[in-house]
């Protein structure tokens, strides 16, 4: 069992949580102006938008727990280490997303059935504030990213969140001059529809992680070729992959081989690891050798 953590790793998953941690300041404001807001205004697109920060504040505490949480070493319950919060603080942020772009479609519809006056002015100030609280986050989370569906699912609230602040911009803008409220509900369904769409995603790509799929990309029959191509193997055949996190991807397979002398084992194995690594970025490989007849006669006295 190894105990050690990258040191690389490890200064990444600090600098992440502070940046969530950041995040969370800016949104926990924004989040408790915009629901006063909401009541005080009359706006469907204000309540929305406040919904989806309430989803981000609970989203970037349970995001700072799990940076936390993988940084822990393995132990004998967890001997590939705590990788997997990372998938699952994804997995929860897409189910807020979803069940609050319910709460967004039942606020509109309520609106719609009986309109309400909106105050244009407040309603453009808070998207103004919003929009900036939502741009400084996703720049702060951009560089996450890449290696992590836990700040990826962060960072996408934080882009879509800006369209929706955009809308309330619009919202504010037209309700000043009309006295009518549709632009507002017009608002607050572009917010829920970015919710769905960014949920959707993140709880699909965490859930296939749970149920430990393959890379969707992986090439199945390049890999194959690649190891048929090692001089020795003659085939290759119970190729498993699954990813533990969106960066860590594990395979295991048998590689049935032919060897002219007992070292010839240690160099095909060697070299069938270094493509799985080098190649095919895969970061954990078990590679199981199967004799040919031949060479069980050859180096075994027993069949």
């Known amino acids: 069992m190894n105990t050690r953590i990258d040191h690389c790793g490890l200064q990444t998953s600090k600098t992440r949580e502070r940046h969530f941690l950041l995040a969370l300041f800016l949104n926990g404001g924004l989040a408790v102006t915009e629901l006063a807001m909401s009541v005080v205004t009359g706006s469907t697109a204000v309540l929305a938008d406040g919904l989806m920060n309430v989803d981000d504040l609970a989203a970037l505490v349970f995001s700072i727990y799990s940076e936390r949480k993988t940084r822990q070493v393995p132990d004998k319950r967890r001997t590939f280490g705590y ?6 603080a994804g997995f929860v942020k897409g189910c807020l997303l979803l069940l609050s772009s319910l709460v967004v479609l039942l606020q509109a519809g309520k609106i719609l059935l009986m309109p309400e006056t909106v105050a244009g002015t407040t309603v453009l100030f808070i998207g103004i504030a919003s929009l900036a609280v939502n741009f400084i986050s996703s720049v702060m989370l951009k560089a996450d990213a890449c290696c992590s569906l836990n700040a990826r699912g962060t960072y996408a609230c934080m882009k879509y969140d800006m369209i929706g602040s955009a809308s309330l911009i619009a919202s504010g803008l037209l309700s000043g001059y009309f006295t009518v409220v ?13 919710m769905v769409r960014s949920g959707w995603g993140i709880f699909k790509e965490g859930a296939q992680l749970f149920l430990q799929s393959a890379p969707e990309d992986f090439p199945y029959d390049a890999f194959e070729k690649a190891v048929l191509a090692v001089k020795g193997v003659i085939a290759v055949g119970d190729i498993h992959v699954w990813s533990l996190t969106p960066e860590e991807h594990h395979l295991t397979c048998n590689v049935q081989i032919k060897v002219e002398n007992i070292c010839d084992c240690e ?6 690891e270094r493509l799985c690594g080098e190649r095919f970025g895969i970061s954990h490989h078990t590679i199981q050798p199967v004799y040919t007849e031949e060479t069980l006669q050859r180096f075994c006295k027993a069949r």
Do not use: K, N, S, T
Request: no cysteine.
């Open 83 to 88: 990788g997997r919060m990372d998938a699952l």
């Open 182 to 194: 549709y632009f507002d509900v017009a608002a607050a369904l572009l917010i829920a529809f970015f």
């Open 267 to 272: 160099r095909i194995i060697g070299e069938v």
